[in-house]
C-alpha cells in the first residue's frame, strides 16, 4: 500500500477485508463469502456516500450472487456521465478478479475488449493474485473500476466517443 496515493490509501483501509476462501460452486461456504461481500459493499458504499463521493450503484442480479448489474458514473467538466456496469462472478473466484464490464462503451477504447470488459491485467490482476482471498467486490470497484474510469472516461469525452446525455438529446432535437 505504500505506492498508493493517501486518499486510495485511506479509502482501501476502511473496506472490510474478506476471510472466506470460497467460489460459487462451494456451497455453503459461498453463502458465508458473500455475506462477507455485502459488508464490504455496504461500507464502502456508505463512506462514499458520507463524503458525498458516490459514483456506482450495484447488486447481485441473482439469487445466487453470481451475476451483478448496475450503474457506474463519472463527472467531467461539471458533467455526470453515466454507465451500466455488470460482471459475472468465475467459477474460480477469488483466486480470479470478476471482469468488469461497461457495455455502452464496447469497442470505444483499447483498454476494453470482448463485449466491453475493461482492461484490467497489467494493474490490477497481480494486486489481487496479491491479496486473494482478502479482496472482494467492493476492492475490484475501487482499484479496478474507478481508477479505469478516471483514466477513461475524460480521454473518451475530450475526443468525442462518450457524449453526455444532454448533447445527445440537443443535437437529436436540432435535426
Known amino acids: 500500500m505504500d505506492t498508493w496515493d493517501p486518499t486510495t490509501k485511506s479509502t482501501l483501509t476502511q ?3 474478506l ?5 460459487p460452486r462451494d456451497g455453503g461456504a459461498w453463502t458465508q463469502r458473500l455475506k462477507e461481500e455485502y459488508k464490504a459493499l455496504i461500507t464502502y458504499t456508505s463512506m462514499n456516500k458520507s ?3 458516490d459514483w456506482f450503484r450495484i447488486s447481485a442480479a441473482n439469487p445466487e450472487g453470481t451475476r451483478w448489474t448496475g450503474k457506474c458514473w463519472y463527472v467531467h467538466n461539471l458533467l455526470k ?3 451500466d456496469l455488470q460482471f459475472d462472478i468465475p467459477v474460480t473466484y477469488p483466486a480470479t478478479a470478476p471482469e468488469i464490464e461497461l457495455p455502452q ?3 470505444k477504447t483499447q483498454k476494453m475488449y470482448r463485449g466491453g470488459k475493461i482492461c484490467l491485467t497489467v494493474h490490477f490482476k497481480p494486486l489481487w493474485a496479491k491479496n486473494c482471498p482478502r479482496f472482494g467486490i467492493a476492492h475490484a470497484l475501487c482499484l479496478g473500476l474507478a481508477p479505469w474510469l ?3 472516461i475524460p480521454i473518451l469525452v475530450d475526443s ?3 457524449k453526455h446525455k444532454d448533447d445527445a438529446a440537443s443535437s437529436a432535437e436540432s435535426s
Do not use: Q, R, T, W
Open 150 to 152: 478516471a483514466a477513461e
Open 160 to 162: 468525442g466517443m462518450v
Open 81 to 83: 456521465y453515466e454507465f
Open 15 to 17: 473496506i472490510p477485508l
Open 105 to 107: 462503451l464496447d469497442g
Open 51 to 53: 463524503k458525498d463521493n
Open 19 to 23: 476471510s472466506v476462501k470460497a467460489g
